[in-house]
């Protein structure tokens, strides 16, 4: 029986485009507002955060981070604030940095990495709180974070400076009693018992927080003094929620992704787009679309092998499988108590078999008459590929430019699809 797949047409979506102009200016202002000159004496060592998300311009910022704080005869240097990626090993985290583009060179500071901790106090719930030896050892810390929504944590504190002060700056020690607590206590209730501890026991001077917009730009940079962390922070992640992007329709039968990786976001795949976001409980939060199923189709070379949340795919291609790095893998879902997030799905060896496959799982609608959307990654959604069925609705949206009438999907002999270019 031959399948009829469905012909699809390209759209451009419309988010909003706040931008920083000139990323090192606006460093240097917003931390100049601190007064830090008043705290960073001359001689005295900071450790600035690096993390392992792929953020805009974050050699940059980093960079002129590292020159405000010599400007103030500070000596900077990097700590790499990333819990257990780079497989857990210093040396793995200073490889992850480079893929991103920061490296001693870059920045102009040294590195130092290490995966030893500091304990520094206990809990409320009774358990340790790590920091970094060398962070904890420095004069100051000044940390630097992308406040964004989270993969997983749904309350006011998710992806941000309060994350990096406790899974960042905890390493891997940390990285796992932290995300164990969060199956039984919240991560609000965390942030607020254990933040406090981890910026006195390091003497946290200042915070420098980067939105982004849909367009995966520096949209802000906002130097926050550390008695405001706790109090700035959810209005900037509100602020940064409005920025987001999204699948331009909410209901999708089959979700075609180009590549996965940890440069596009901490799950891989950003479970704020693809709907599929579950508390470290196991609970459900409301999605931003309903996507039925999913099918992946590469790894990203930034990812270093690691492709957590390939679990939440239904059908990948065996290319993507073969890329992986199962011990790295393996100690990123285990150490944030995700096991879900790394069971390997289905694998084809074609997209068309792939695709096939997937279309026999989604109900009683005609391959051809499906709800498909194709897109690059869950970073990268201004453009992508829509079926025709979204064509009437496409036609009446003011937020979509349509980029080309209906056509059929471009297979090659082998039974693929090209690499996406948009």
Known sequence: MTLNFPTTFRVRQSFPRQRVSDVPAAVHDELAKLALGGSIRSGQTVAITAGSRGIANIGVILRAVAD????????PFLTPAMGSHGGATAEGQVALLG?????????????????????????????????????????????????????????????????????????????????????????????????????????????????????????????????????????????AETWFPKLPFSEVDLLLVDQIGKNISGS????NVIGRKTSPTGEAHAALSQVKRIAVRSLTPESHGNAIGIGMADFCLGSLVDDMDLQTTATNGLTSGEPDKIKVPLRFATDRQMLSAAFGTIGLTEPDESRLLWIRDTLHLTELECSAAYWPEAQQRDDLEILSEPRPLPWDNEGNLPEATF
């Open 99 to 239: 893929g991103l583009g920061v490296t001693e060179e870059t920045c102009g500071c040294p590195i130092r990495s290490s995966m030893e901790t500091v304990e520094i106090g206990q809990a409320a719930a009774g358990f340790p709180i790590y920091a970094d030896r060398h962070a904890q050892q420095a004069d100051h810390v000044l940390v630097v974070g992308r406040v964004k929504l989270h993969t997983i944590f749904s309350g006011q504190f998710q992806s941000g400076l309060m994350k990096m002060l406790l899974i960042g700056l905890g390493k891997h020690d940390g990285a796992k009693i932290y995300h164990r607590a969060t199956m039984q206590i919240d991560f609000d209730e965390l942030v607020a018992d254990i933040a406090p501890k981890v910026m006195a026991a390091c003497g946290v001077v200042a915070g420098l927080a980067v939105l982004e917009n849909a367009y995966d730009e520096t949209a802000r940079i906002e130097a926050i003094a550390p008695d405001k962390f706790i109090t700035r922070e959810p209005e900037l992640l509100r602020l």
């Open 68 to 75: 405000f704080v010599r400007s103030l005869g500070g000596e």
């Open 268 to 271: 891989c795949m950003d479970t």
